[in-house]
């Protein structure tokens, strides 16, 4: 069928659903929902049999929904009905949630349903639940409804909240007065839940050092104490720990209200000034401690096979990150080990550089220079270790130079359902480096990286296996993920093979250095880079301001409104 997505932002629901929707044959085609004359036209050129909208902040326009079948996906189980769906189940702890696929009517939400999918709800942020359980059954949910649609005979159950069965409501746009926090009342579990729930967006609107702002990235401390309720005791990093009636909760990131400019930065940046009088809180070395608490890098050793953990916001790696990454990865490399696994974190593996902390710099440009060699430095020392099999393994989505920091280890192994986007030009025609010109045509192939890089599109994991770029995709379940991981790391460093492997791949090695020095691909590599940085050109300021700052979109890119191609016709 031609399937047109219909959404405000190419999020990874939707990405998720273009490659899914694809893989089964469907010709699919998006376009952004930006106004209703430009969404009637699209269906104008497309002339889909089916419209699905994943992910809108608005309704649908009836001269649509009257004259073509949408499906809208839900975040909220039957019978829900409202904007905040997910932000209220996470704040009031329901136990389990769902996503409902629902035809789109003259009433918001109350269609009639044509596929739901349920999963019990886990303690965490928004924005994770909505990467994994919550993409998880939309998927599901609307490949179900598809099919339904196909088949012809379906009729979708009319839904009312109140009827027998039925624990849905409708529910309204949850305000920040809802959101907020009493410090003196409130206990740690019940902070939590306020920000996990305002995760991502819109945050939630407190005061830190008499200054207005919003708080965003929690996470739970069990040792440290102390304080008033509500007061800084403590900071790490990029972290800073309030205390709680109860306890205490670590912030990760914060918006300033003033200027109406700001954006999401790590919160003891944002008051780097306001913490000189207030004690660091620093960890002993990189294993992890007892207990829940902020650690963004962290070691585990089993027998002979070490775990490197980075979990850094959104994936996001600054200079300092990538710097201290490279000081955790080179202590590690001394361990007793002979494999190494680079995990990533639970929602992100990598997405390349910190784009936030370049836009905050004094000078984007040379944040942008330091950002990209602090992350080259680390891409070498992964390649170059040669007394180990080194493995990465991906939970979580990797996108721009986390691609190719990950193909930078002996094997990539993905975890199915994470998504891939190996290429750098939808930040403003980005060449890119960490060695991707030495490492990904070595892959794929000449022709394969070309056709990668120019086509911008995301990539399964499955996919990523059959182009050549992952080497094996692993059980979709997280947990059930890490101990697949974990066994056949634990079988290569048992396997009596392993000493020849490292015999070839060092043998290999030599070989590609004396053909072509590493050093030759990064000095061509930052030459690209610096044309974009420092050139006339200012096409990556210009995208990098507009993704940092959210600006709304104003048109849908070529390669994704694919009924916007001048040779695009309507197959008869």
């Known amino acids: ?204 609107a407190d005061h830190l050092f008499g200054e207005p702002c919003r708080l965003f990235d929690a996470c739970p401390e069990d040792s440290l104490r102390g304080g008033p309720p509500g007061e800084v005791i403590a900071w790490r990093e990029g972290a800073i720990l309030r205390a709680t009636v109860d306890g205490a909760v670590w912030i990760g990131h914060v918006q300033r209200a003033a200027p109406a400019a700001s954006f999401k930065l790590p919160a003891a940046q944002v008051f780097a000034s306001s913490l000189a009088d207030v004690p660091e809180a620093p960890l002993a070395g990189f294993f992890a401690p007892h207990g829940r608490t902020w650690q963004d890098i962290r070691y585990q050793e089993a027998g002979q096979v070490g775990f490197l953990h980075f979990d850094f916001y959104n994936g996001a790696m600054s200079s300092r990150q990538c710097r201290r990454l490279l000081a955790a990865w080179q202590w590690a490399t001394r361990r007793p080990l002979r494999v190494l696994v680079l995990m990533g974190g639970r929602d992100f593996w990598s997405n390349g550089i910190h784009l936030h902390s370049i836009e905050a710099a004094e000078s984007p440009a040379d944040e942008s220079w330091a950002n990209i060699n602090a992350i080259d430095d680390l891409a070498e020392a992964i390649i170059r270790s040669d007394g180990l099999l080194t493995i990465a393994a991906l939970q979580g989505n990797c996108g721009a130079g986390g691609c190719f920091l990950a193909r930078a280890a002996d094997l990539v192994w993905a975890r199915a359902g994470v998504l891939l986007n190996p290429h750098y030009r939808n930040m403003g025609n980005l060449f890119g480096s960490e060695y991707w010109t030495y490492l990904l045509p070595a892959r794929v192939g000449v022709e394969g990286a070309r056709a990668m890089m120019r086509n911008r599109l995301p990539m399964s994991a499955a996919a990523g296996v059959a182009a050549g770029l992952v080497d094996a995709c692993l059980a979709a379940d997280r947990d059930a993920f890490r101990v697949d991981v974990a066994r056949r790391a634990a079988e290569l460093a048992a396997s009596p093979e392993l000493a020849g492997r490292l015999h070839v791949k060092c043998a290999r090695r030599q070989a590609d250095e004396a053909a072509k020095p590493l050093a030759r691909y990064r000095a061509e590599e930052l030459a690209e880079l610096q044309r974009n940085f420092y050139g006339f050109d200012p096409s990556y300021h210009v995208a990098r301001y507009h993704f940092v700052h959210k600006t709304p979109q104003s048109w849908t890119p070529r390669h994704l409104a694919i009924h916007r191609d001048l040779g695009w016709s309507v197959p008869q």
């Open 1 to 204: 069928m031609r399937i047109l997505l219909l959404c405000h932002a190419f999020n990874s629901l939707c990405q998720r659903l273009y490659g899914e929707l694809g893989a089964r044959g469907h010709r699919v085609s998006i376009e952004f929902d930006i106004a209703d004359s430009v969404a009637e036209e699209a269906v104008q050129l497309f002339r889909p049999q089916l419209i699905v909208a994943p992910y809108l902040r608005r309704a649908i326009p009836a001269s649509i929904w009257r004259q073509h079948s949408c499906l809208i996906v839900h975040p909220g189980i039957v019978g829900d009905r409202g904007p905040s769906a997910l932000d209220w189940a996470i704040q009031e702890g329901d136990p389990e949630w769902g996503v409902t696929v629902l035809q789109a009517t003259g009433e918001l939400d109350g269609g009639p349903v044509w596929a739901s999918e349920c999963f019990p709800m886990r303690v965490a942020r928004k924005s994770s639940l909505y990467r994994h359980e919550v993409t998880e059954a939309a998927t599901c949910a609307v490949l179900r409804a598809v099919e339904r649609f196909a088949g012809g005979h379906f009729a979708p159950t009319p839904v009312a909240p109140g009827d027998a069965g039925v624990r849905g409501r409708q529910r309204p746009l949850i305000s920040q007065a809802e959101r907020a926090i009493d410090w003196q009342r409130h206990s740690s579990s019940q902070v939590l839940a306020r920000l996990n729930a305002a995760d991502g967006f819109p945050g939630v």
